[in-house]
């Protein structure tokens, strides 16, 4: 079974401050998508990584994948309070299906103004 | 171009009843996948289906949940006999082929009491 390690759970931040978001696996997965979630509603897909070591800039927000596949993570420069909302990383086995996806458990972002 | 569409988007029902969740996915996406996110978890895969088969359910509970995607209609989440514990938000999400980009719907928040 392969799993997904998100860090932090929580992040309380000040606008302006720079963060970053941590998924790690000791499973090597063939990508690794970010999703950006708002309460009520589906995730929305930010990016997919998929070579090792591939890094991947929308806007403020940096991704990068890890040498090996097995770990991601998400750098956000200079927090805006529009950026508050659930983000998780989910990475896909490949093989059949890429939409067989394993969840982190989310990391949960307020950035106060 | 109307998003994948779920319905209901809240549905109550008592111990013991059944509960049917539906789901549209994008046009011209023949791939469809059923995800739960349980409270204070993340989202687990539970089954994933092409047009009339069922291609992974390796996620699905072994009784009283089941899933179909007919020729004609939207896929079908169907649960029987809730019990408390099936509370939960049920996301369906689509895709055009079995790698491309994932496309979730808003949700079926589902309460067992």
């Known amino acids: 079974t392969q799993l997904l390690e998100q860090s932090p759970q929580f992040l309380s931040i000040q606008e302006g401050e720079n963060l970053t978001v941590y998924c790690n696996s000791s499973s090597v997965f063939s990508s690794l998508q970010w999703y950006r979630q708002e309460p009520g509603e589906g995730p929305v897909l930010l990016v997919t990584v998929v070579t090792g070591g591939e890094v991947k800039k929308l806007k403020r927000l940096t991704f990068q994948f890890g040498d090996a596949r097995k770990d991601s993570s998400l750098h956000i420069t200079a927090a805006q309070p529009g950026d508050t909302g659930l983000y998780l990383c989910a990475g896909a086995a490949g093989g059949t299906s890429y939409g067989k996806l394993t969840f982190g458990q989310g990391t949960i972002l307020t950035v106060h103004p | 171009n109307a998003g994948v569409m779920q319905n209901p988007r809240h549905l109550v029902r008592r111990r013991g009843q059944e509960a049917r969740l539906r789901c549209s996915p994008m046009k011209g996406h023949s791939h469809v996948y059923w995800y739960r996110q349980l409270p204070e978890e993340g989202l687990k895969f539970m089954v994933y289906?092409?047009?009339?088969?069922?291609?992974?359910e390796s996620g699905m509970p072994k009784e009283r949940f089941s899933a179909e995607f007919p020729k004609e209609g939207p896929s079908i989440l169907r649960i029987q006999q809730v019990v408390r514990g099936d509370s939960a938000a049920y996301f369906c999400?689509?895709?055009?082929?079995?790698?491309?980009?994932?496309?979730f719907g808003e949700g079926s928040r589902l309460t067992v009491l």
């Open positions: 999400a689509s895709s055009q082929g079995a790698t491309g980009e994932l496309f």
């Open positions: 289906l092409q047009k009339e088969n069922i291609i992974d």
